[in-house]
């Protein structure tokens, strides 16, 4: 005679249930952390980069010390990670920050619009701190170390750049144009993973 089988409790599968959902949730909020700045993704690079053009009128002008110091393989940036493009962008708009902000900026530049563009690359890095504060508590998933000590690397080299050229204004033209170029970059990473 077959032994019946005893019947699970239903309680079990409750939890059972409850746990995977809340894993389930778990992750798609942490994929999601940031769409919240889906309005200003729209706007925030195109913004800057008329910023950049208004603050330093001039064309750019050659360094006879180097030629294109400070070279960056773009397609590292290449993800479709929301989460971890928006830790990139957060780096990269700190590195930004950190050299557009110097006491030694040229005197050609215009100054109002410097300010303007330090304040929105500060609102902005603000907004991604919070959202990846909120995503860390609910995510464990790490960060490329490659990809940070790259751009470390980059923007390290560009400050020895402007040291060696005695902060000249063609080596903060150098450093102009790879700004640009990095906001090109941010507008890549966010509009790719917030689609």
Same mark, same amino acid.
């Given at each position: 005679?077959?032994? $019946?089988?005893?019947?699970?409790? $239903?309680? /079990?599968? =409750?939890?059972?249930?409850?746990?995977?959902?809340?894993?389930?949730?778990?992750?798609?909020?942490? *994929?999601?952390?940031?769409?919240?700045?889906?309005?200003?993704? *729209?706007?925030? %690079?195109?913004? %800057?980069?008329?910023?950049?053009?208004?603050?330093?009128?001039?064309?750019? !002008?050659?360094?006879?010390?180097?030629?294109?110091?400070?070279?960056?393989?773009?397609?590292?940036?290449?993800?479709?990670?929301?989460?971890?493009?928006?830790?990139?962008?957060?780096?990269?708009?700190?590195?930004?920050?950190?050299?557009?902000? /110097?006491?030694?900026?040229?005197?050609? +530049?215009?100054?109002?619009?410097? !300010?303007?563009?330090?304040?929105?690359?500060?609102?902005?890095? !603000?907004?991604?701190?919070?959202?990846?504060?909120? =995503?860390?508590?609910?995510?464990?998933?790490? +960060?490329?170390?490659?990809?940070?000590?790259?751009?470390?690397?980059?923007?390290?080299?560009?400050?020895?750049?402007?040291?060696?050229?005695?902060? =000249? *204004?063609?080596? +903060?033209?150098?450093?102009?144009?790879?700004?640009?170029? +990095?906001?090109?970059?941010?507008?890549?990473?966010? /509009?790719?993973?917030?689609?």
């Amino acid at each position: 005679m077959a032994v $019946p089988a005893s019947p699970q409790h $239903p309680r /079990g599968y =409750s939890i059972l249930l409850l746990t995977l959902l809340m894993k389930a949730l778990a992750a798609a909020a942490a *994929a999601t952390a940031c769409n919240h700045l889906r309005p200003q993704d *729209a706007t925030f %690079s195109r913004d %800057s980069l008329q910023l950049l053009r208004d603050m330093a009128p001039s064309p750019p !002008q050659p360094c006879p010390q180097h030629s294109a110091p400070c070279s960056f393989n773009d397609t590292i940036l290449d993800t479709s990670n929301a989460r971890q493009a928006d830790r990139t962008t957060h780096d990269i708009l700190q590195h930004l920050f950190k050299i557009l902000s /110097g006491p030694s900026t040229p005197a050609h +530049w215009v100054d109002s619009q410097r !300010q303007s563009l330090l304040n929105q690359i500060q609102r902005y890095t !603000q907004h991604l701190e919070q959202c990846l504060a909120d =995503s860390d508590t609910r995510s464990r998933t790490r +960060w490329p170390r490659n990809l940070h000590l790259t751009i470390n690397k980059h923007f390290s080299c560009l400050h020895t750049f402007l040291h060696d050229n005695d902060y =000249s *204004a063609c080596a +903060w033209d150098h450093v102009c144009l790879r700004a640009r170029t +990095w906001f090109l970059h941010i507008h890549d990473l966010v /509009g790719n993973t917030r689609t």
